[in-house]
């Protein structure tokens, strides 16, 4: 059964921080992995959408990197800013369970002025 | 484009009441699915479908029924709601499966209160 996790589930920085959010999971055997950005109370909004066959998607100060072999992603978000506060959500495409999303809990960002 | 709509956005329920949330799309995507999000569990799949007319059960299915008859809409029905289904419900579309069509787009999702 594919199981994705989340480290840390809580990071606080200070303004300016470059910093990684981790997600991990336990069958390479994935189609995809999508990044999400969820505020209080809100949606889920698309960052970063990685094929199996990619090692990384760019989109302005975010970077997601894939490495299917070690069940591995990273989301690198450079000069953080207070307005990048939010829940962040890794998710996995595989032929598990209806070949649906299959989501960490997420990772809670505070970044501070 | 609308995207991926959904109705009501909150909704407060008494134990034994049915109810049907909807869900729209119009972006013709083949695959929609719904999930329910809960504190501490994460987002878990309900049911699915791949196409108009198939549907099929996630993790998580019990007291919920769908049905697809139309390529637009994926409509969820409780059919006697219990207080373990306060949650917040999202549904989400994708073109398909396999390669570029698989990036699947979400509602803004339903608050489901039931008492």
């Known amino acids: 059964k594919q199981e994705v996790t989340q480290i840390p589930a809580a990071l606080s920085v200070p303004e300016g921080e470059n910093l990684v959010l981790n997600c991990s999971f336990t069958?390479?055997?994935?189609?995809?992995l999508q990044w999400f950005r969820q505020d209080p109370g809100k949606g889920l909004t698309s960052l970063l959408l990685i094929q199996s066959s990619q090692r990384e998607q760019t989109s302005g100060r975010l970077n997601a990197s894939l490495d299917k072999s070690s069940g591995r992603s990273t989301l690198y978000i450079a000069a953080s800013q207070p307005g990048d506060s939010a829940t962040y959500l890794c998710a996995v495409l595989g032929n598990q369970a209806g070949t649906a999303l299959i989501f960490g809990k997420g990772t809670t960002l505070s970044v501070s002025s | 484009n609308a995207g991926v709509t959904q109705t009501p956005k909150f909704q407060v329920l008494k134990t034994g009441q049915s109810m049907t949330l909807q869900c729209a799309q119009d972006m013709n995507h083949e695959y929609m699915s719904w999930y329910r999000q809960d504190p501490g569990m994460g987002l878990r799949l309900i049911h699915y479908?791949?196409?108009?007319?198939?549907?099929d059960q996630g993790e998580v299915p019990n007291g919920y029924n769908v049905s697809r008859s139309t390529t637009e809409d994926f409509p969820l029905r409780l059919l006697s709601a219990a207080p373990s289904q306060t949650s917040v419900y999202f549904c989400a579309s994708s073109l398909g499966l396999a390669g570029v069509s698989n990036e699947q787009f979400f509602g803004p999702g339903t608050r489901l209160t039931v008492l």
């Open positions: 479908s791949v196409g108009a007319g198939i549907t």
């Open positions: 069958d390479s055997a994935i189609y995809n």
